[in-house]
């Protein structure tokens, strides 16, 4: 069956996610060096471990699991949707940014309530000012957008996702967007893909899907019906060798139809599973 429509994750397929993440809290981490002479770099990791453990640890953490809404977009996105999900944790979320930012300078010694305001404000700013688009994205899209319909399937607060698409000047290659957080559940709930079909007016063996995670994007679509091509920017092994013998059959992902390190051979790829 030829290959009608392509499926496209976005963070970490399309999008530099965690390090647009990095870079934004390493700015406002250098901003509490350059004014009070704290170490930044201790700082950061103190900030990341201190916002992640009130994350998991924090009310919402089921609800969050469930769209997937990571820590990190906790520390910057407004939650703005009308669901209950995401007003309550929109209630919450001043509270889990003063604190994430406040018991990370806790950690070096200092209780500086003005400041953590101050770092949890510039954070936000920097990470809004990020949107960065892989250097191979544009063109493959553009290239694919010829010949196939597209649609972009991501897990996250609507409003989040869609700050980043626009950002990164993705919207116009898709002819469907389909966020979790509009749905009230995300992949690899097979369903997710389903709205996307139906969306695209394709079938399953018409459609490949490419993502990052094998869990959420491989397994996913798998599970649906759908070819899929996982996108391995950082080489990272299906199953941790360390682990290998000790694995539950459900924690072994079935391979995918193919794999890359970056986008550039995606449309001769996807040719081949025609």
Not at 150 to 164: F, P, V, W
Request: glycine share 6%; charged share 30%; net charge negative.
């Amino acid at each position: 069956m030829k290959i009608r429509a392509v499926l496209f994750d976005l963070d970490e397929t399309l999008i530099a996610e965690e390090s647009s993440n990095d870079a934004a809290a390493i700015a406002a981490c250098a901003l509490a060096a350059d004014r009070h002479g704290i170490d930044d770099a201790a700082l950061f990791r103190a900030m990341r471990e201190q916002s992640l453990a009130l994350w998991l640890g924090g009310p919402m953490i089921d609800y969050c699991r469930n769209i997937g809404i990571s820590s990190r977009e906790g520390l910057w996105g407004a939650f703005s949707s009308d669901d209950p999900g995401s007003a309550k944790l929109r209630d919450w979320i001043p509270e889990y940014r003063r604190r994430s930012w406040l018991d990370a300078l806790r950690h070096l010694g200092i209780d500086d309530e003005s400041l953590a305001a101050e770092l949890a404000h510039a954070f936000m700013i920097e990470r809004r000012a990020r949107h960065v688009v892989f250097s191979e994205s544009r063109q493959v899209l553009h290239q694919l957008k010829r010949s196939h319909r597209l649609a972009l399937i991501t897990n996250g607060a609507s409003d989040i996702q869609r700050e980043k698409i626009v950002g990164a000047g993705l919207a116009p290659f898709f002819d469907a967007i389909v966020i979790s957080g509009s749905l009230g559940f995300g992949k690899p709930n097979p369903e997710i893909f389903a709205t996307a079909l139906r969306h695209l007016n394709v079938a399953p063996d018409e459609t490949v899907m490419v993502g990052d995670s094998l869990s959420r994007d491989i397994e996913g679509a798998r599970t649906a019906g759908i070819k899929t091509i996982w996108i391995n920017r950082f080489a990272r092994p299906r199953h941790d060798p360390r682990k290998i013998e000790r694995l539950d059959e459900r924690d072994r992902y079935h391979a995918p139809d193919a794999e890359l390190i970056d986008l550039r051979q995606l449309p001769s790829i996807i040719a081949g599973l025609d």
